[in-house]
């Protein structure tokens, strides 16, 4: 929403001056938080999607313009309402009576399961702490609050728990070309856990996270260190890594706006949205 208005604002006089003028703000979000690969991603979607046109090419400047503000109110529209199609699509996997392990906090984890939970499903969920900044205090409270039945466990729990878990539930950092996921740290090593014990692991993340990274392993990530105090003597090392990397043959399935995909759809889906 912020890009199309840089595009209503804009006081450029051709296509080149508005594109440039809209890569520079493009890049000043993005500066905004560098480690956001989400941010990175969307901002990059809606430069592709507002400029793929080959119309502008042959329109005069003012109604190519306004072309470009339409379709990018569309994008804005599109991604708000995301959440809610993948809440609507992933409560079909969710069964009554079903245990689910969800790790953190993520706003679109929590959209699927309020709107199962509204829809008369009955279910109970096991949320991981999510240290050092609990997130997962906050997934907590929120379900507390619409009534759903939610257990708290500390992260080093997770294949102690993993038994009594009928599903686990990811959201999404950002999802890359492989169809793997990046996420908080310790998403890797519960999805591990889940595939150890044949448990689905399913991912449920708006398009607008889809990046074009194709990391290998952990070091291949960008850094997103977190600030922590671990109260030892500085001559320690210590590892404050925000997120991991969780390759595809570990996910299940992904829930987007863009429909039910298994990981190696994912390549697909970005050849599409970046064509």
Same mark, same amino acid.
């Given at each position: 929403?912020? %890009?199309?208005?840089?595009?209503?604002?804009?006081?450029?006089?051709?296509?080149?001056?508005?594109?440039?003028?809209?890569?520079?703000?493009?890049?000043?979000?993005?500066?905004?938080?560098?480690?956001?690969?989400?941010?990175?991603?969307?901002?990059? %979607?809606?430069?592709?999607?507002?400029?793929?046109?080959?119309?502008?090419?042959?329109?005069?400047?003012?109604?190519?313009?306004?072309?470009?503000?339409?379709?990018?109110?569309?994008?804005?529209?599109?991604? %708000? /309402?995301?959440?809610?199609?993948?809440?609507?699509?992933?409560?079909?996997?969710?069964?009554?009576?079903?245990?689910? %392990?969800?790790?953190?906090?993520?706003?679109?984890?929590?959209?699927?399961?309020?709107?199962?939970?509204?829809?008369? /499903?009955?279910?109970?969920?096991?949320?991981?702490?999510?240290?050092?900044?609990?997130?997962?205090?906050?997934?907590? /409270?929120?379900?507390?609050?619409?009534?759903?039945?939610? /257990?708290?466990?500390?992260?080093?729990?997770?294949?102690?728990?993993?038994?009594?878990?009928?599903?686990?539930?990811?959201?999404?950092?950002?999802?890359?070309?492989?169809?793997?996921?990046?996420?908080?740290?310790?998403?890797?090593?519960?999805?591990?856990?889940?595939?150890?014990?044949?448990?689905?692991?399913?991912?449920?993340?708006?398009?607008?996270?889809?990046?074009?990274?194709? $990391?290998?392993?952990?070091?291949?990530?960008?850094?997103?260190?977190?600030?922590?105090?671990?109260?030892?003597?500085?001559?320690?090392?210590?590892?404050?890594?925000?997120?991991?990397?969780?390759?595809?043959?570990?996910?299940?399935?992904?829930?987007?706006?863009?429909?039910?995909?298994? $990981?190696?759809?994912?390549?697909?889906?970005?050849?599409?949205?970046?064509?």
């Amino acid at each position: 929403m912020a %890009l199309a208005a840089v595009i209503k604002r804009s006081q450029a006089s051709t296509m080149m001056e508005l594109e440039i003028e809209l890569k520079n703000a493009s890049d000043t979000l993005k500066l905004w938080d560098e480690t956001s690969i989400s941010l990175s991603a969307g901002c990059d %979607l809606f430069m592709r999607y507002v400029t793929r046109t080959s119309a502008l090419e042959y329109e005069d400047f003012h109604t190519a313009k306004s072309r470009l503000i339409e379709r990018g109110e569309r994008f804005g529209e599109i991604s %708000l /309402k995301a959440r809610k199609t993948i809440a609507m699509l992933g409560q079909d996997f969710i069964f009554d009576g079903s245990n689910i %392990l969800v790790h953190g906090f993520s706003r679109v984890v929590l959209a699927l399961l309020k709107m199962a939970s509204s829809n008369g /499903k009955h279910f109970s969920v096991f949320c991981t702490e999510g240290r050092p900044d609990n997130t997962g205090i906050k997934m907590t /409270k929120e379900l507390v609050a619409v009534g759903v039945p939610i /257990k708290l466990i500390i992260d080093s729990a997770v294949a102690y728990t993993m038994e009594k878990v009928d599903l686990v539930l990811f959201g999404a950092d950002g999802v890359v070309e492989s169809g793997g996921i990046i996420n908080m740290m310790g998403t890797y090593q519960t999805a591990l856990v889940a595939h150890s014990m044949n448990k689905p692991v399913y991912v449920a993340a708006e398009s607008y996270k889809f990046a074009r990274l194709y $990391p290998l392993d952990q070091t291949d990530m960008s850094p997103a260190p977190r600030s922590i105090d671990f109260g030892v003597p500085s001559i320690v090392d210590t590892d404050s890594s925000a997120r991991d990397y969780t390759p595809p043959q570990y996910l299940t399935l992904l829930f987007t706006d863009l429909g039910v995909l298994t $990981p190696s759809a994912v390549s697909d889906e970005l050849i599409k949205l970046y064509l």
